[in-house]
């Protein structure tokens, strides 16, 4: 807190008795006041050497000028944000290097917002892409109506052709494939909550829990768009490893974590975004249950950046009580003990871990769930950025730069002996099968195959000892 | 339920990881938390033991020597001359080839950015060439878009010094960079990969466009020496390549923050906790700590709590290790009334003045340089009583008060020493 806010100068004599009047060094005040940030910054420059796209990209001034600096200079009044900060790819790996507590991602993003509110032609291409790739989440359902025509024709040359002519997405990437039946489609198929409950119930008893009915075993389960329209073989997992340890699980109506629309700068999309969010949430919460995500970047978004840029009644709540979906079930039940004897056939892993785990603290738990798994060993390929960060590496200017960013880790993945990567992140994902060629699995994929593969196992044994 | 381990440790610069190496060493399952990231990328990767006594006296020649007349209460004091010896001697067994200085107990003379020379007990190899004992002429090169190394000055100041040999200065462009105010890393990177880069010649490598325009300005110095940016993953191989070109030893000047060396030394570090199987989490603070029922005795801490993003994560150990850091990395903090160390609040001697914790004099004895923890010999932090404030917390490094490490040169050896007793400490109780 600077002097300014608390001057309690007990050597002044006399201070006690006036009320103090602090001295407006900068104009206007903000309903966010990012001063005692920018004041924590003592320019050490840490998060500059953090930063991958300044590494690669001549043109980035990088997070120090972004965030503190670029703060000051706007209190003059007369200064634009600059256009650069459309370079930042939303790592927030600046927020987790700061030795001081400057909340770096936080300046980003209202700079980006405002940048992108005042400075931006709204019908200008760059405006209009970055609007329809921040907002996947409403051409999604298109797609996912029609997942096979869809895939056919994103898949074809002229197709891509056309994004990078008419839009400036490039055409290097194969776009994600939409899944032929959505998770939602397949949670509602099998009879939703109602379904859940009886089955957690069912596990419960088979563990031989004290409390068959045990409402505190209850989460609402955030999939966010990518594991819902792309790739709902993760969210199953998350289902099945669940029930596995007894747990009922509600999967609540929901819109996009945010993240991409933070990215871009659209503030007003992610607001909107996350009203939804933490109104069904904060609902779920009163139902008993806790929060539980499967994208790092979702996590991310709910736990750091809706307390830090929206104040609905109930967001620090949510915050509060969301979790990631592999560090829940290691604090809530005895994960490793669990996966000590289970064992998976098949090959090694090259794991990745994305910025947004790292930034929660969570690089390492991967790798030590996998230890406990005979059979098969997951390799870290090291503390580099995938380079694809959301949204960022997909737009042609940035195609190059996010490949650069990338090198390392592709480089690390060929190294380790495995041939088949792993990460929590759907775009890390997207980006080493991109680079590498490889497969790239979840982690509760794998947790499914070692604790739900050997349940399926021991019924089909049973079933047919049976007869 | 918790996660669960013999030792944590709550810290991740030099002292946190030593004594998270020495307790895995130990044998202990051992885990490291740490917050942000540490000071490492602060400092210059020197690896110094003492430089000068408290009173001011040196450059030391040898720092051995001097151990023994420390004052009551000094890191060292406490530990004693053979554990700083054995915990340069584990340092030395962990940087492998990446470090030199150990044929020695002298101190080595370093050249760094301002032209002075430092005492260090080990430096890295990439720094071997440009020791100011070597009476070998030397060019240093600085670069325009890097005002943190003024070549010429730095050479002159190294004469005014009375360096052994012909020191002489040039500023050239850096190939390849077009900002003036590019990061440390973005030189690094071009040089790492090799970059190709556009100059009057032509389209070119990044290496070899650094090397011509350096051996246009070389007057027969047989030693070059740069401000420290050359690569990073692949700093030999930058520096090999340089040389070869250049027909000459090419060194790096240790420079201020941000610092390739403290990164280099950190990732080495980091790489050697994934070898001895430490589990790290990043990112994340310690924000208090349970103890265990009384027992009538000295408490005993049961559980801390790590703070992820609002929810709270019981982590537990038999053994805690504290390597928080000083006044800078915020392991001791400040406020108007008093000092505190933030996570066990365990005590810290200072006067209740805080216009005693300075003198005005901005190079004279700062009392504010000393403060930390006062530890008892097993690095235990001790209450205002002289008693270990719990039976299982031993403290490590700049969190720990009683010496100034800026005007002793003794910042590195004091972590390394304290942070290898307090975890071979750990572990050994562990299994006890």
Known sequence: ?467 | MAIEDDVLVIGGGLAGVTSALAAAEGGARVRLVTYKQSTLRHASGLIDVLGYTPDGEGPLVDPFDALADLPEGHPYERVGTDAVRDALSFFDDVAGAAYAGEHTDANALVPTHGGTVKPTARYPVSTASGLASDPRDTLLVGFETLPDFEAPLAAAHLEAAGAPFDARGVTVSFPGIVRDDAKVTRYAHLLDRDESVTTGAGETSAREALATTVEARLEGECRVGFPAILGDDYADEVRADLADALGADVFEVPMGPPSLPGMRLEDLLYKALEDAGVRTASGVPVIGYETESESGETARIDHVVVDRHGAEIPHRADQYVLATGGLVGKGVRSERERVFEPIFDCHVPHASDRYDWFVDDVFGEQPYARFGLAPDRELRPLDADGEPEFANLRAAGAVLGGYDFAAEKSGAGVSLATGYVAGTRAAEEVDE
């Open chain 1, 1 to 467: 807190m600077s002097d300014a806010e608390q001057p309690t100068d007990d050597h002044v004599p006399g201070a006690e008795d006036d009320e103090f009047e602090p001295v407006q060094v900068f104009p206007e005040a903000e309903s966010m006041d990012l001063r005692p940030g920018a004041d924590n910054c003592y320019k050490c420059s840490t998060c500059d050497t953090n930063c991958p796209v300044a590494e690669v990209d001549d043109e980035f001034p990088g997070p120090k000028f972004q965030g503190p600096e670029q703060w000051r200079l706007k209190r003059q009044g007369d200064h634009d944000i600059d256009d650069s900060v459309m370079k930042c790819s939303n790592c927030m790996r600046c927020d987790s290097a700061c030795p001081s507590e400057v909340p770096l991602s936080q300046m980003h993003n209202t700079a980006r917002g405002e940048y992108v509110e005042e400075n931006m032609d709204k019908f200008s291409r760059e405006y209009i892409r970055n609007r329809i790739l921040a907002n996947y989440r409403r051409l999604a359902p298109l797609g996912a109506a029609f997942p096979r025509t869809a895939n056919f024709v994103m898949g074809l040359s002229v197709t891509k052709w056309l994004g990078e002519k008419t839009l400036g997405i490039t055409s290097e990437r194969d776009l994600p494939e939409f899944a032929t039946e959505t998770f939602r489609a397949w949670w509602t198929k099998r009879g939703g909550n109602a379904t859940s409950k009886k089955r957690a119930r069912e596990a419960r008893a088979k563990r031989g829990d004290a409390k068959v009915e045990n409402p505190d075993k209850r989460i609402a389960y955030f999939h966010g768009c990518y594991s819902n329209y792309n790739t709902p073989e993760v969210a199953k997992a998350l289902v099945r490893v669940y029930e596995h340890f007894g747990y009922e699980i509600m999967v609540p109506e929901q819109s996009c974590s945010g993240t991409p629309m933070f990215a871009n700068g659209m503030l007003d999309d992610a607001r909107r975004a996350a009203e939804t969010n933490v109104r069904e949430l904060g609902a779920a919460i009163e139902d008993g249950a806790d929060i539980v995500a499967s994208c790092s970047s979702c996590s991310m978004s709910l736990r750091q950046e809706y307390p830090e840029l929206f104040d609905f009644e109930n967001t620090k709540n949510v915050a509060e009580n969301t979790w990631d979906a592999i560090e829940y079930l290691r604090v809530h039940e005895d994960l490793e003990g669990e996966l000590e004897g289970t064992s998976v056939k098949g090959e090694d892993f090259a794991y990745h871990a994305p910025c947004h785990s790292r930034n929660q603290g969570l690089d390492g738990q991967t790798i030590e769930v996998v230890d406990a798994i005979d059979g098969i060993d997951a390799h870290d390929v090291g503390d580099s950025c995938s380079g694809i960060s959301g949204t960022y590496g997909w737009k042609a200017e940035n195609y190059e730069t996010s490949m650069k960013i990338g090198e390392e880790m592709f480089e690390h993945m060929e190294d380790a002996d495995a041939e088949t990567g792993l990460t929590e992140c759907p775009t890390c994902s997207m980006q080493m099968g991109h680079g590498t060629g490889y497969e790239i699995k979840h982690t509760l994929e794998v947790l499914e195959a070692a604790l739900v593969g050997a349940d399926r196992d021991a019924d089909r044994r049973k079933r047919q000892e049976a007869g």
